[in-house]
Nanobody, 116 residues
């Protein structure tokens, strides 16, 4: 079973920055794609950033230019660098990975709260 564990969330002032981490139990090179999602209370879980094995990245319009997804294969980690935080970024952030033929792994989430 693949396990993903997020960390790095916290309370940050608007305009601040965070780096979220997602640690995988296996080599992230085994994944076909990795993603960051977020979910605010009462809202759907939305994709904010992702990349595929071939190197293609994508970002939600609301985070383009502010969020960057990256990885460190040696540490089995994927990161989400967040800048210029605003209130709309407040949510639980989840990492996810696609692998095998049709498998999706999810982390437990890490809370990001932006104060003004």
């Amino acid at each position: 079973q693949v396990q993903l564990v997020e960390s790095g969330g916290g309370l940050v002032q608007a305009g601040g920055s965070l780096r979220l981490s997602c640690a995988a139990s296996i080599s992230i090179l085994s994944f076909d794609a990795m993603y960051w999602y977020r979910q605010a209370p009462g809202k759907q879980r939305d994709l904010v950033a992702g990349f595929r094995k071939g190197g293609t990245t994508n970002y939600a319009d609301s985070v383009k230019g502010r969020f960057t997804i990256s990885r460190d294969s040696a540490k089995n980690k994927v990161y989400l660098h967040i800048h210029s935080l605003n209130a709309e970024d407040t949510a639980v952030y989840y990492c996810a990975a696609d692998y095998g033929l049709a498998y999706r792994a999810w982390g437990q989430g890490t809370q990001v709260t932006v104060s003004s």
